[in-house]
T-cell receptor, first 111, second 114 residues
Framework: DQQVKQNSPSLSVQEGRISILNCDYT??????FLWYKKYPAEGPTFLIS?????DKNEDGRFTVFLNKSAKHLSLHIVPSQPGDSAVYFC??????????FGAGTILRVKS | DVKVTQSSRYLVKRTGEKVFLECVQDMDHENMFWYRQDPGLGLRLIYF???????EKGDIPEGYSVSREKKERFSLILESASTNQTSMYLCASSSGQGRHNEQFFGPGTRLTVL
């Protein structure tokens, strides 16, 4: 029973356009959400996070939006660059330490 | 910079062998985690530890055990390796201070069990 779901296994976007990666969760007790990026043969690296008391957090080209009523969050990358091509994992936290991860979305940015 | 290192990048073992995967972090972090990553399933938590000598089961602990004798080192043990344990194994650590803690990951160990 997956508590964090990323329903799109892959996404292909043209360089310069917006990439939107989506994530849904089922447990309303999650109070912190994170996005990680993973390149092949490397460990995931932290990208951006958002607390459940906010609905938006922005860091340069990356913005995360949280819709608590819909139990949905999304990561926007604008503009997308070829170096953004990676697997993106959504994660959620209950206790501040343990994370529950989604299955990941492979993003391909075409030049 | 936080550094999490894992003892091997690639490992090939035979069914029934006992396998040790080692993880070391250099930032004095309290928390350490072991995950496995499989296509379509994302990262699944095997075991975690919030302190030396402490361990707790994650979501898929069956067939695994762990050891944390020192704060910086967290070992994952496959008591008798099976082919369904072929996977990418990722170790992570976090500080444990404050309310929410980013996890820092090692590069992973690609384990193949024949």
């Amino acid at each position: 029973d997956q508590q964090v779901k990323q329903n799109s296994p892959s996404l292909s976007v043209q360089e310069g356009r917006i990439s939107i990666l989506n994530c849904d969760y089922t447990n309303s007790m999650f109070d912190y959400f994170l996005w990680y990026k993973k390149y092949p043969a490397e460990g995931p690296t932290f990208l951006i996070s958002i607390s459940s008391i906010k609905d938006k957090n922005e860091d340069g080209r990356f913005t995360v939006f949280l819709n608590k009523s819909a139990k949905h969050l999304s990561l926007h990358i604008v503009p997308s660059q070829p170096g953004d091509s990676a697997v993106y994992f959504c994660a959620a936290s209950l206790d501040g330490n343990k994370l529950v991860f989604g299955a990941g979305t492979i993003l391909r940015v075409k030049s | 910079d936080v550094k999490v290192t894992q003892s091997s990048r690639y490992l090939v073992k035979r069914t029934g062998e006992k396998v040790f995967l080692e993880c070391v972090q250099d930032m004095d972090h309290e928390n350490m985690f072991w995950y496995r990553q499989d296509p379509g399933l994302g990262l699944r938590l095997i075991y975690f530890s919030y302190d030396v000598k402490m361990k707790e089961k994650g979501d898929i602990p069956e067939g695994y055990s762990v050891s944390r004798e020192k704060k910086e080192r967290f070992s994952l043990i496959l008591e008798s390796a099976s082919t369904n344990q072929t996977s990418m194994y990722l170790c992570a650590s976090s500080s444990g201070q404050g309310r929410h803690n980013e996890q820092f990951f090692g590069p992973g160990t690609r384990l193949t069990v024949l």
